[in-house]
């Protein structure tokens, strides 16, 4: 086999490798994107929990000021009622309407805290089927890549195989050039010689329709047993089967 036969017998079974690597690298992806999309409305429900517990905090103290308040409150009628003047009864009563005021100020502040850690449980309750269903399409992305690998294991474990053994009988520095080739182009390192006009020596290459320099198409159908590349979209250039056959018939 020729350098370039056994360039085009790579390229045969690496296209396919290819291919179904990509399958399974797109189901990957799509399962990495679900996931994500999960992970954000969790850390979201996060936020809001960790609000809500901040304002389950702050109503808790009120609760603990406003009862401490009706203790002095009690303290002081007791007070009241065995004052023995009527300034020191007044002097009381006083602070008594001075305190009282402060505890319905807190309490009222309270009641604001509570409204809020009420709207923030509406809000996490709001989470639930939102998270439902990411969680749902999660799973399905997540069964989806399972189901491929399963589908595409063993071909590509073959396919794989193949392609070790393809890669085998290409020399080295031309199985790096297309290894570089074929990720630049999604693994479509060959490209085919287009005829043009054969009587004017018009060569084009297929894939990207650059003009073939005659003194390049030469060295390709002298098959010197080297590669050469598209001068524009560098991929290695190959003669049809049967530009191949009819070069051989006239030797
Ligand atoms: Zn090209």
């Not at 505890?103 to 439902?132: H, N, Y």
């Not at 085998?168 to 060959?190: C, I, K, R, T, Y």
């Not at 990207?208 to 198409?217: D, F, S």
Request: net charge negative.
């Amino acid at each position: 086999m020729s350098l370039l036969q056994q360039l085009l017998a790579l390229h045969r079974v690496d296209v396919q490798v290819r291919s179904l690597r990509s399958r399974l690298e797109q189901a990957d992806r799509f399962l990495a994107g679900q996931q994500r999309q999960l992970d954000e409305l969790l850390a979201q429900r996060t936020d809001v929990e960790n609000q809500r517990r901040q304002l389950q905090a702050q109503a808790a103290t009120m609760e603990v000021e406003s009862k401490s308040i009706d203790a002095r409150v009690q303290r002081l009628r007791n007070d009241l009622n065995q004052s023995g003047n009527t300034k020191q009864y007044n002097a009381i009563l006083c602070e008594m309407k001075s305190i009282e005021a402060q505890k319905d100020a807190i309490d009222e502040q309270a009641l604001g805290i509570l409204e809020r850690v009420e709207q923030t449980s509406k809000r996490l309750e709001g989470f639930e089927p939102l998270l439902a269903e990411r969680t749902r399409l999660r799973d399905a992305a997540k069964a989806e890549c399972a189901q491929r690998r399963q589908d595409t294991s063993e071909r590509l474990g073959e396919l794989e195989r193949e392609r070790a053994a393809a890669a085998a009988q290409v020399p080295a520095d031309a199985m790096s050039l297309f290894d570089e080739v074929a990720d630049l182009h999604d693994g479509e390192a060959m490209s085919e010689v287009e005829v043009i006009d054969a009587r004017h020596r018009e060569y084009a290459c297929s894939a990207c329709n650059t003009e073939i320099p005659l003194a390049l198409y030469a060295r390709l159908a002298g098959d010197t047993g080297k590669v050469v590349q598209c001068v524009s979209c560098k991929r290695i250039l190959h003669m049809a089967a049967s530009v191949v056959a009819e070069t051989a018939r006239k030797r």
